[in-house]
C-alpha cells in the first residue's frame, strides 16, 4: 500500500538539503480490518498545516517512515463483522475524523471526549491507498458534496467548535485574526451567524482578498497598519465583541485583548508553540474590561454540523490545487510556499468527484 511518509527529520522550508526533512512515498503493509473497524479507498488527503510540524519532530522523532495526512476523504470499500451499527455500507462515499476516543474514561462518559486520555489519532495515515479506521470515525458525505470538498470534514469541523465556542450572537462586532484555511472557515461560518463589522487581521494580500470575496467587511494589515487604531476606527471606539485567533503566531496574540471590546471574547483557537507564555495585564484585561479568554482544541461533536456545513460554505477555493500521491513531495513544497489556501493529495485517480 502507497503512503506518503516523513523519512527524515527537519524543516521543510530548510535550504540546507544536509538538515532539511524529507519525504517519500512508501510501500506500507496493509492494515487488518478490526470487528468495528471501516476499510476506505482514499480518494483525497488535504495537507494540514500539523503535517510539516509532524515532519519537524514536534510530535516526537522521526525514526523511521512515518506516514503523514488525516483530512481523508474516500469510498468504504470493507466493513468489520460489528461495524454498520451507523447505517454504513460498502460503496458510501466519506469524510473522516482522525480521532478514536475510548468512550469509557472520565472525560468521555462527561461529554468531553477531547480530552480523552485514551484517545488514538492517524491508526492509518490518511495519505495512502487506504485507510483503516473504526466506524466511529467515519461519516457519510451528503449526495450534493463531493471527494474533493469531503476532505475537508476534518477543518471544516475545527471551525464550527471555534464558533461553538465564541458564543456568538447574532450583530455581534467580529475580528478574526489569521487567514489561513482555518481562518477563512470560521469567517465564513461567523457571517452566516450574523457577525457585524467583520474583519479578517491578515499579512497577505492574497488572503486579505480571499477574505473579502468570503464576507469579510474590513480587513487589516498587521505588516503596515495599526491594528488597535484601525479596529476602533472601525468599531467607532468600542472593540469587537468577539476576537478569534487563527493565525497560530506568538508575535499577533498579544495584541488581540486590546481589540476586544469591554466585556468581549477573546478566543484562542490555533496550536502555538508549547514553550509560548503570553504576559497578560490582569487589572486591564479582566477587571477594568471584564474580558473572557478560552480555547479549542477539538470536539467529535461538531462533526455532524460539519458534515451539514460542507454544502454550505464556499470551498472552491480550497480544492483547487490538486497533486496525486506520487508527487506529495512537491505538494509539501507547493504547501510550504505559502501561496495555496489549501493542497489536496489525490491518493487514488480513479476516484473522481
Known sequence: MKTLCAIKQGSLKDKD???????????????????????????????????????????????????????????????????????????????????????????????????????????????????????????????????????????????????????????????????????????????????????????????RGTAARYGAEFTIDPSSEDVVGRSMEITRGLGFDVVIDCSGSARAVGLLPQIAAKGGLVEYGSMYPDDFEMPVNLYRTFFEKELTFTGCFLSPYSFPRAVQMLKELDLDEFIREVYPLSRGPEAFDEHAGGKCLKILIQCNEDLQD
Open 17 to 207: 538539503q544536509h538538515t532539511r526533512g524529507k519525504l517519500e512515498v512508501c510501500e506500507f503493509p496493509d492494515r487488518d480490518v478490526g470487528p468495528e473497524d471501516v476499510k476506505v479507498k482514499v480518494a483525497y488527503c488535504a495537507i494540514c498545516g500539523s503535517d510539516p510540524h509532524i515532519v519537524e519532530g514536534i510530535f516526537g522523532p522521526i525514526t523511521g517512515p512515518r506516514g503523514l495526512g488525516h483530512e481523508v476523504s474516500g469510498v468504504v470499500v470493507e466493513l468489520g463483522s460489528q461495524a454498520g451499527k451507523s447505517g454504513l455500507k460498502v460503496g458510501d462515499r466519506i469524510g473522516g475524523n482522525p480521532s478514536a476516543f475510548c468512550g469509557t474514561c472520565y472525560y468521555c462518559q462527561n461529554g468531553q471526549q477531547q480530552f480523552c486520555p485514551n484517545i488514538k489519532r492517524y491508526k492509518s495515515p490518511g495519505m495512502s491507498e487506504y485507510v483503516v479506521w473504526h466506524e466511529s470515525m467515519v461519516h457519510k458525505l451528503p449526495p450534493e458534496v463531493g471527494l474533493k470538498k469531503g476532505c475537508l470534514l476534518e477543518p471544516v469541523s475545527i471551525a464550527v467548535r471555534m464558533v461553538d465556542k465564541a458564543c456568538i450572537k447574532i450583530g455581534q462586532r467580529v475580528a478574526v485574526c489569521g487567514g489561513g484555511p482555518i481562518g477563512q472557515l470560521v469567517l465564513q461560518c461567523v457571517k452566516r451567524f450574523g457577525a457585524t463589522s467583520l474583519t479578517m487581521i491578515e499579512p497577505v494580500r492574497e488572503r
